[in-house]
């Protein structure tokens, strides 16, 4: 949203807006009111002022998009304060806003994927995810027999009518669900191969899945309260803060994409990444959504993704579409590229290829 | 119309802040329930934290390639480390910063491809360092191969070998070129510290891409383009990056076998909750 529209849409909510900070106000009073009438739980007894005062505030604040300047400010700030103290260490929770004149793509040679998982715990590495009990990892690999894969165009086609009676709604009509009428199967992928053979299987290729990055994000449609977004570069985030954690986006992302913080994550301190940014990689809490946003923290102060850096074969390539030099764009006009779950109309920005 | 009635009866306006108040009270209240305020104290924390021990000696690409060492508060900004590696295969997995021990990669021939031999953002790590049989002496290779302990060969024709039975197990079965190149085709027989291409030109170990491109057109041209290859750094057209060489991931005595060599990976996801292993997913390897 441009400073302009912002400006006018705080004009027409100003009423709201009000609103918001007398409850804020009071909310601080209602807190600092039970801590003194001997209310708090344990937990609370234990920790510091900072992070219980900072935490009633945090629950009031409002959609981080139509927020002004200042209270932007205030929340990062708020969030800098208690991640400091939580994790014992000096955070930063940057703000940094979209590039402009960019919309990110990523490449992915399924050729060349050896299926090792280096992509997924350096995602873990980079993204402050959960370990232990209620580990969260963002990008799964699939191990699926050879075979299980059509590139031919014809093929691509069939079963998918461009113009059916009832319309173009990806609906399958020919094949089924363990021998569809083209590309990408994932009936018999294996997602928990064992860590103790090596890769790769030489009857098997490998497919990493994360975030899609649709330009028609069915998750953002789900969303009832509008926390998830895409923003300017096409990257779909998520407000966290605003996250009711319904997960209606989970069930509607085809791609198994979003991850849910069933329990209190679980992230040591000596392993937290301290560079984080509103939208990206800081401590999530309970009960709320997460998924990949191509290291949104990293790529918009000019930085390849986490995963990328970590693929031991270059079968990842990340850059801008709109840049015909790109390396994505080069891959896109030299290389048989497909999209997953294509028949969907999600239309994504994550291209897999065969390099 | 309600904003009136507020203001002519205060009694009203009373009811109304208790009200709001015992709700910011629940509210928040509920907002520790939720867990939206995360009150771990740090103590917990590290009480929670795993102690499994920093792994600093680690290998990037295929193990024996590229060894690193990781160094604490290598980037002072964010107390980043050089590098992160993985506590099972050590292998890096994250870096924190991307250019740690490049150097820039200097001139490259003109091929008028998309570079527009413009490689002023171009880094690479130096390969010397990372090689075992190059660093055994001070002379590099030339301590064995000085002409007098080990005479320089007459021929370039295969022939059994006494020696690096680590490298190529068999001399007179490298399979390199299909059996069409032995070690001498691409290893300078005069000077062992260098390579040397068809034409005679001396390469030194650091800039592989010049001899394995002179055969391998159509694979060199994809990886000045930025499509083959790994680079990291930043992702803009023209920015600086740190382009991985052919040797990093190949190694050109095994190449025809593989073109990578197999690794062990990473730990699979922990299973969902109540599955007790994941053997269902190999019922009948795809026949189902």
Same mark, same amino acid.
Do not use: Y
């Given at each position: 949203m441009s400073e302009a529209e912002r400006k006018t849409d705080d004009d027409l909510h100003d009423g709201n807006s009000s609103r918001r900070d007398f409850l804020r106000n009071l909310g601080i009073a209602g807190a600092s009111a039970l801590i003194s009438a001997g209310a708090p739980s344990e937990s609370m007894a234990n920790a510091p002022d900072t992070v219980s005062e900072t935490s009633v505030q945090e629950f009031l604040q409002g959609h981080f998009v139509l927020m002004s300047e200042e209270e932007k400010k205030e929340a990062i700030a708020r969030l800098e304060k208690r991640y400091s103290v939580q994790y014992s260490k000096k955070t930063t929770v940057a703000d940094t806003p979209a590039p402009e004149g960019v919309l990110f793509g990523y490449a992915l040679d399924i050729a060349k994927c050896i299926g090792c998982r280096r992509c997924v715990h350096a995602c873990v590495e980079e993204n402050n995810q959960s370990r232990g009990e209620h580990a969260i990892q963002w990008i799964q690999v699939m191990k699926i027999p050879k075979g299980n894969f059509s590139f031919s165009a014809d093929r691509l086609d069939k079963g998918y009518p461009e113009n059916s009676a009832v319309g173009d709604y990806g609906v399958q009509v020919g094949g089924n669900a363990y021998t569809p009428a083209g590309g990408l199967s994932t009936a018999h992928a294996q997602n928990y191969y064992a860590a103790d053979e090596a890769v790769p299987d030489k009857d098997f290729f490998y497919v990493p899945v994360q975030c899609q990055q649709c330009e028609k994000p069915p998750c953002v449609k789900a969303c009832p309260v509008r926390a998830t977004f895409r923003d300017e570069n096409g990257i779909v985030l998520i407000d966290y803060n605003w996250c009711i954690g319904c997960r209606m986006c989970q069930l509607a992302c085809p791609y198994g994409a979003r991850r849910f913080n069933w329990g209190e994550p679980e992230l040591p301190a000596e392993e937290m990444n301290p560079k984080t940014h509103y939208f990206g990689n800081r401590p999530r809490m309970r009960g709320v959504m997460e998924k990949c946003t191509f290291c949104v923290q990293r790529t918009r102060e000019g930085r390849n993704p986490a995963c990328l850096e970590a693929c031991p074969v270059g079968a990842r390539k990340f850059g801008? *579409? *709109?840049?015909? =030099?790109s390396d994505v764009r080069k891959i896109i006009a030299t290389k048989r590229v497909f999209r997953f779950k294509e028949e969907m109309g999600t239309y994504p920005k994550f291209f897999y290829y065969i390099g | 119309m309600f904003k009136n009635s507020l203001q002519s009866t205060p009694s009203i306006v009373v009811v109304a802040l208790a009200l709001v108040i015992a709700m910011a009270g629940i509210l928040a209240l509920v907002g520790g329930l939720n867990g939206r305020e995360t009150a771990t104290t740090p103590a917990g924390m590290q009480g929670k934290g795993r102690t499994a021990p920093v792994v600093t000696e680690c290998f990037e690409? +295929? =193990? &024996?390639?590229t060894s690193v060492t990781r160094v604490e508060n290598a980037v002072p900004r964010y107390g980043y480390p050089n590098l992160k590696c993985s506590k099972t295969t050590q292998a890096v997995l994250w870096y924190g910063d991307p250019f740690d021990g490049t150097v820039p990669m200097g001139e490259m021939p003109d091929i +008028? #491809? %998309? @570079? +527009? /031999? #413009?490689?002023?953002h171009a880094f690479v790590k130096p390969r010397e360092a990372h090689l075992t049989y190059f660093n055994m002496g001070p002379d590099g290779c030339r301590t064995c191969h000085d002409g007098r302990t080990v005479p320089v060969p007459k021929s370039k024709s295969a022939r059994p070998l006494a020696m690096h039975q680590d490298i190529v197990a068999d001399s007179m079965q490298l399979q390199h070129g299909r059996g069409a190149l032995w070690c001498l085709d691409c290893h300078s027989a005069t000077d062992r510290n260098k390579l040397i291409d068809h034409l005679g030109n001396q390469i030194g170990f650091n800039q592989p891409q010049k001899l394995c491109g002179s055969c391998h057109g159509e694979a060199y041209i994809d990886w000045r383009a930025g499509i083959h290859g790994k680079r990291i750094g930043t992702?803009? @057209? &023209? %920015?600086?990056k740190r382009w991985w060489v052919c040797t990093e991931c190949h190694n050109p005595h095994t190449v025809q076998a593989n073109r990578f060599d197999p690794l062990l990976p990473e730990p699979p996801p922990p299973l969902p909750r /109540?599955? +007790?292993?994941?053997n269902h997913e190999r019922v009948g390897q795809g026949v189902h």
């Open positions: 801008n *579409l *709109l840049d015909p =030099e | 690409s +295929r =193990e &024996g390639s +008028r #491809d %998309g @570079t +527009r /031999g #413009d490689f002023a992702w803009a @057209t &023209g %920015g600086k /109540g599955m +007790r292993n994941a």
